[in-house]
Nanobody, 123 residues
Framework: QVQLVEFGGGLVQAGGSLRLSCTSS????????MGWFRQAPGKEREFVAG????????HYTDSVKGRFTISRDNAKNTVYLLMNPLKPEDTAVYYC????????????????WGQGTQVTVSS
């Protein structure tokens, strides 16, 4: 069983930044596409960013383009999400996800989910 553990959530002022990290227990981490999703209260879980198994391709939802950066370090079994600058509408629980596929682009076919980390952006 693969476990995904997120770190880096917290409370930050609008215009500030946070860097989320997600570490996987997978022995073949480099074979998984990785992604970040978020879910705000009363809303459905939303795709935020994805990165291909080798880090060559990234994709972002329109609302975070130019502000968020996803990256991965396969040697450390870790994927990151740098969020800068943050907006109040970014407030949500952020979930790390892994898929045994070349790329993640939506909530379908996700193989493993992290427990989530809360990001709260104050105005």
């Amino acid at each position: 069983q693969v476990q995904l553990v997120e770190f880096g959530g917290g409370l930050v002022q609008a215009g500030g930044s946070l860097r989320l990290s997600c570490t996987s227990s997978a022995r073949t981490f480099s074979t998984y596409a990785m992604g970040w999703f978020r879910q705000a209260p009363g809303k459905e879980r939303e795709f935020v960013a994805g990165i291909s198994w080798n880090g060559a391709i990234t994709h972002y939802t329109d609302s975070v383009k130019g502000r968020f950066t996803i990256s991965r370090d396969n040697a450390k079994n870790t994927v990151y999400l740098l969020m800068n600058p943050l907006k109040p509408e970014d407030t949500a629980v952020y979930y790390c996800a892994a898929e045994l596929a070349p790329m993640i682009a939506d909530t379908q076919d996700i193989d493993y989910w992290g427990q989530g980390t809360q990001v709260t952006v104050s105005s």
